[in-house]
């Protein structure tokens, strides 16, 4: 019953149990050695041996096993009597020990290997978790992050509607501003128009004395100065306003630049000035642009040089530096030997009301707008205002623009020229003057009296 028991456990692999079982069944087979037949119990005796060693094996009781085994090899030795028979059971007792040993070899190797498994898993667990801590860390921080730029967003965008609140308000006072300088300017003309008007008219009379007529000339003097201001403010306004936009007529370049010219005798003769003109022959009789911006680029020019210039030659030059069929790539240059410009002075004089230090035409102080509005008016043909100047060496401003050749006004002047009749406007010519302004009135009527025009004068158009 003990030994039934026993292998029962080892099924179960409580193999202390089992053992005590076979130690019991072999401890009651030894004793009933002499009451039962001895040859089968010394043949139960080596399988109970058999068994106990295998359960030492198992619960890796090496000796203990070993001991069993030779147990049961003694008990089977005492049931083979023969001594062939155990010499064989021996050999077979000792192939077991071997195998034994080999596999409990196997067994330890397998078992180190286990152990090194596991620490390598133990340590993949721990580089895992560190792995997860890293990763929270950094959700926590990026989270944090998350909510600052948030937070800061929602300032930025509170600030950039206050900023809008604030640039609308900039803009529409700026608006207002340039507003309230454009009509002013414009009511300011039609009387200073006047005074110049009238001025001259008086100027013209030969009943003035010397003192009256010098005090005339100072007067139409302010009257101009305060003209051109006015004119150049206008004109300030409408290029930070973006009204400005190029008309594109058929100009003859030539004889542009000659009314230009001639516009400036008398400023030409109060400064002892001579002026020299060069067109370059091969330029196109006929070009298409704004003659009104082209003339006010090239009067600015041409009168900031009269202006700075005594006893002096101003030059006025245009080439042509490349053209093709429709187009032709102009430059023009005003040259002078004037006071010149200091190179620190370069870029300044181009701001708005900037004038120079060193003027030294004392009898008038400019606006500080002309060349301000010459280096817009060039922009917006594409091209770049240049200066070249030295203080005391005079100065050269120069700028290269790109216009449209105008070739059926050239070949209708070519068809014309032979059949062109010139026609002076003298008397019998009428005018019709549309003016709303009485005192404008007065001044253009007597104006065109005095070049024997007839005219006739109405309020509106």
Known sequence: ???????????????????????????????????????????????????????????????????????????????????????????????????????????????????????????????????????????????????????????????????????????????????????????????????????????????????????LKSLKYSGDYLLNLVNDILQIGKMESEKVELKNVSVNLRTLIDNIINSFQNGLVENNNQIQVTIDDTIPQFIKCDNVRLSQILINLIGNSVKFTENGKICVRVFKVNSTDDKVLLRFEVEDNGSGIDKEQHKKIFENFSQLHENTNINYQGTGLGLAIVKNLVELFDGNLELESELGKGSIFSFNITLSIDNEAIKESIEKRSKKNIVSLNTGYKILVAEDNKINQIVTKNLLNKKNFECQIVQNG
């Open 1 to 215: 019953m003990s030994y039934t028991f026993g292998l029962y456990f080892v099924k179960k692999e409580s193999y202390n149990l089992a053992n005590n079982k076979f130690i019991d069944t072999s401890r009651l087979l030894k004793e009933c050695g002499s009451e039962i037949n001895a040859v089968k119990c010394n043949l139960l005796l080596s399988k109970v041996y058999k068994k106990l060693s295998t359960s030492y094996a198992a619960l890796d009781k090496t000796d203990e096993a070993y001991s069993a085994l030779m147990s049961h090899n003694e008990a089977r030795e005492q049931f083979f009597n023969a001594e062939k028979i155990k010499q064989e059971q021996i050999a077979e007792s000792k192939l077991l020990i071997a195998n034994y040993k080999q596999e409990a070899a196997s067994a330890i190797q397998e078992k180190l290997v286990q152990e090194k498994i596991s620490k390598r898993i133990k340590l993949l667990n721990i580089g895992f978790i560190f792995v997860i801590i890293i990763l929270m860390v950094s959700f926590l921080v990026i989270y944090k992050n998350f909510k600052s730029k948030q937070k800061l967003s929602n300032i930025l965008k509170v600030r950039n509607k206050q900023l809008e609140i604030s640039k609308n308000e900039a803009e529409k006072s700026s608006e207002l501003k340039t507003k309230f300088i454009s009509n002013v300017t414009h009511e300011l003309r039609t009387p200073l128009y006047g005074v110049v008007g009238l001025t001259s008219l008086l100027l013209n009379s030969k009943d003035l004395s010397a003192t009256d007529t010098k005090y």
